[in-house]
């Protein structure tokens, strides 16, 4: 089902409505398998506030259509972590839904400065939205109406019924909410995968330097220039928290102007009194918006397990659908499988003349990727059995040069190959890129090639986008953000198989596509 847009409505206040039939029991915290049992506490998301920082903590990530999914995977990541380390039986997300507001008719300007949401994100916001649906978690907007006045509005009625109110944004406005029942959570650190910073009263104190209550008047007094709020010029952070520690409020620093001491702060306090007090108007939050029924209409509802895990197979999320326990959609993953090996051309390079027309092609690419098949793990005492090169995605060559098996075919010899490829790995055209490429080096290193020009490592690339992610070996890698499945060492050779044993003809598929799919990772992940 696809997600309604944010102009679709539902009752008297504006919704994404769950599927009527989910296909089983579980709840999210269920599904993703929170430690303890849900609190009775509401969770509140800025759905808006974290797709933007998805969208920029990860470049690229696109699924097989070519479509970006980047906001989506680390709105999952995300959501899913603070789900789980806040386990609560309320969650909701609120979005903005475009429109004027009466921000807007108070002040024309407002957020005039703001750029256009990037395409590759907003065509994101429905898979997110759907996501989301299809967890079991309520969805809210409404059209001229700002998701923080409907975050505000839900946790004033929850923390009226003395419920525990958690408000997971980056906005500083929603700071005003603060007291014994809500605290706000701040994404901090850089990335999906970030950390948070919990501000409760003395929290937002350390932050602002400002009680709860008088941050309206401290963001009258500063502005706001990502929404374009006006504020008092030359009062900056510093001299707001200075101003009310000394007057307490806006309205009593006003009445008192002349007792401002800084004669310039006293002339722009007067001079712009009145954009300051619009400028609270503007900061203030509206608590008046329908909705509906807090907290029981915000209860987490049931997974649609069937329809996600097709969501997420389509999106080739195969990390999540391993991580909470949902099979792919076989059909689709075995379609797509079947596709990508008809796709790939792998060979072996057996003579001089086959060598000289690889060197050939290698010097018309701008980046080559490279792997060793050797003896050992350890670089230091690894000898060469041979060497794969890709020269773009699906085109991958191997070249033996150690098989020693019974019956093994003529391979060109160590020396000949790494004379031949020599130009290309030591000069600084083509770009090199691998899987774990230092082994590679030092292997080369030993063997009298002074490899230059390395651009991409998959291994630290998978690291910085996942750091909690365990593993991060091109197998894992290529089956969590492409939905294939690499041939494995041991499928190859055995539990304790050596390479050297391996047929020539098996080790360059093996070889040749570990080579080949470091260019369709990359595609990815940069």
């Known amino acids: 089902m696809a997600s309604p847009s944010p102009s679709a409505t539902c009752s008297t206040y504006r919704e994404l409505t769950r599927r009527n039939m989910p296909t089983s029991s579980l709840t999210a915290n269920e599904l993703l398998r929170v430690k303890g049992a849900p609190q009775e506490r509401m969770v509140l998301f800025d759905g808006h506030s974290i797709a933007y920082r998805s969208f920029y903590a990860i470049r690229d990530l696109t699924a097989p259509s070519g479509m970006a999914v980047n906001a989506v995977y680390g709105f999952w990541r995300f959501l899913t972590r603070i789900l789980r380390d806040f386990p609560s039986q309320y969650v909701a997300v609120a979005f903005d839904a475009g429109g004027a507001t009466f921000r807007h008719e108070m002040y024309e300007p407002y957020k005039a400065n703001r750029q256009e949401m990037p395409a590759d994100l907003s065509t994101q916001l429905p898979i997110i939205q759907e996501m989301l649906n299809l967890l079991g978690i309520k969805i809210i907007f409404e059209r001229g109406v700002e998701a923080d006045d409907i975050l505000g509005s839900i946790a004033l009625k929850a923390a009226a019924r003395d419920l525990p109110v958690l408000i997971v944004t980056s906005d500083k406005d929603l700071a005003q909410l603060v007291d014994e029942h809500i605290n706000l959570v701040r994404p901090s650190g850089r990335g999906a995968s970030g950390g948070v910073e919990i501000l409760d009263t003395s929290g937002v104190r350390e932050r602002f330097g400002v009680e709860p209550a008088q941050i309206v008047d401290y963001l009258s007094l500063i502005g706001d220039t990502s929404d374009n709020v006006p504020g008092v010029p030359s009062i900056g952070p510093k001299t707001a928290v200075k101003l009310l520690a000394q007057f307490g409020s806006l309205d009593e620093l006003i009445a008192r102007a002349e007792d401002v001491r800084n004669v310039r702060i006293r002339d722009k306090l007067k001079e712009h009194t009145r954009d300051a007090l619009l400028a609270r108007r503007l900061v203030t939050l509206d608590p008046k918006i329908a909705v509906g029924d807090v907290p029981d209409d915000y209860a987490l509802g049931q997974v649609d397990s069937d329809a996600l895990g097709e969501l997420l197979t389509k999106l080739s999320f195969s990390s999540v659908l391993k991580d909470i326990s949902i099979a792919p959609s076989s059909v689709k993953t075995d379609e797509k499988q079947a596709s990508d090996a008809e796709k790939a051309e792998y060979r072996a390079i057996m003579t001089e003349d086959e060598l000289a027309e690889l060197v050939d092609e290698i010097a018309q690419c701008d980046e080559i990727s490279i792997d060793l098949e050797t003896t050992s793990t350890d670089p230091m005492r690894a000898q060469i059995v041979g060497l794969s090169v890709s020269t773009r995605p699906y085109v991958g060559y191997y070249i033996p040069v150690g098989h020693d098996y019974l019956g093994a075919p003529a391979q060109l010899k160590l020396e000949t190959v790494l004379s031949a490829l020599r130009p290309m790995l030591e000069g600084e055209h083509p770009r090199l890129i691998g899987q774990n490429i230092k082994y590679d080096l030092i292997v080369l290193y030993r063997n009298g090639i002074s490899p230059r020009g390395v651009s991409f490592d998959a291994m ?42 391996v047929p020539v003809d098996r080790a360059a598929f093996y070889a040749s596509e570990d080579a080949e799919i470091v260019f369709r990772v990359k595609e990815i992940l940069v």
Do not use: F, T, V
Request: aromatic letters at 4%; proline letters at 2%; glycine letters at 8%.
């Open 460 to 501: 630290i690339a998978s690291h910085l986008i996942n750091p909690e992610q365990r593993r991060h070996n091109l197998e894992e890698i290529a089956k969590n953000h492409l939905g294939y499945d690499m041939l494995s060492y041991s499928e190859l050779a055995g539990k304790n198989g050596k390479i050297a044993q």
